[in-house]
């Protein structure tokens, strides 16, 4: 048993992508945890590709650097930093992208890094983060050596914390995704559902989703829109076929109702699930999950606050 687990942890380690993971699945998130390495300080080069990182210190994410360093009640910063260190570190990964991998596009998505980011492929600036409570992505495809070792490197500013009212931490503080999809797929967090007209029998769902085409052609894209009740049945379905240019985003838009919904409520949690279909010539290239609640709110200025009436 000792052994197996230790099989099963070197393959979630392994820093090559595996072919195979593409093999049941159009759209892969593949956990990126695993195996970066830290240096606290602003290293001159620290992005470079070349840069030889073997005495860096070898750390899983999410990983706090502050909370490692030793607590002090003249800290400058206070209470509200715990007593600890801000300060500016760098992280740094290296991968290999099989080369059958060529064709598709490949994100990297940051759930949260403390606190202003900087993040690099192979020595190219990807872009700048300046919040770090909230997830951002950047596209890796053009940059990616195909075959080749590929360097992450990612720059972390907290050297003016304390810049938040309780403990943050500093560093990479939340998990770390790959994203790998056909040239045309949902963009990320593409989809945004509403709901109105809400009554005991039934109610409007609009959802509207954002396309993406990276590919080198045009495409006819036919968009399925289900929604899935928390029991998993079809209470809603609709389709439309809409071109999309290379190169370019579009947005469509759905409307469907849902007969007798189950609203979502404090005692009651009740989730749908929205499944975003996307078919080229008949043939699957993206599927995407969205879920959502039904409920409705109401502000009143005398009796303050409604949920679901």
């Known amino acids: 048993m000792k052994k197996l687990l230790l099989l099963l942890v070197f393959c979630i380690l392994s820093p090559v992508l595996k072919a195979e993971i593409l093999s049941d699945s159009i759209r892969v998130n593949e956990n990126f945890d695993f195996d970066w390495k830290f240096k606290l300080g602003d290293i001159k080069e620290a992005s470079s590709p070349a840069l030889d990182d073997s005495d860096w210190k070898a750390v899983q994410l999410p990983h706090d650097w502050s909370i490692e360093m030793p607590f002090d009640k003249n800290m400058p910063r206070g209470a509200s930093m715990g007593f600890l260190p801000g300060g500016i570190g760098w992280y740094r990964k290296s991968f290999v992208v099989p080369k059958n991998f060529k064709d598709k596009n490949i994100y990297i ?12 492929l192979n020595g190219r600036h990807l872009g700048f983060h300046p919040y770090g409570y909230i997830g ?14 590929n360097t992450i490197s990612v720059r972390v500013d907290h050297s003016g914390a304390p810049s938040s009212r309780w403990y943050s931490g500093s560093g990479i503080y939340r998990h770390v995704w790959l994203k790998i999809t056909n040239s045309v797929h949902v963009a990320n967090w593409g989809t945004y559902v509403t709901s109105s007209n809400i009554t005991k029998n039934a109610t409007e769902v609009k959802i509207t989703t954002t396309i993406e085409n990276k590919g080198a052609s045009d495409k006819n894209v036919m968009l399925v829109s289900e929604i899935f009740s ?14 999309i240019p290379k190169g370019k ?7 469907v109702s849902v007969a007798d919904p189950q609203l979502w409520s404090i005692g ?13 010539d008949g043939i699957l290239t993206d599927r995407y999950e969205t879920p959502f609640g039904i409920r409705e709110l109401r502000f009143d200025p005398k009796k303050g606050f409604f949920l679901n009436g």
């Open 230 to 243: 928390d029991k998993g049945d079809v209470v809603a379905r609709t389709s439309s076929t809409t071109n």
């Open 268 to 280: 009651r949690p009740t989730l749908y699930r929205l499944v975003s279909s996307l078919k080229i």
């Open 109 to 120: 998505l940051f759930d949260g890094v403390y606190h202003q980011s900087d993040v690099y």
């Open 136 to 149: 951002f992505g950047y596209d890796l495809t053009p940059f990616l050596n195909s075959g080749q070792k």
């Open 249 to 255: 985003n579009i947005d469509i838009a759905h409307l």
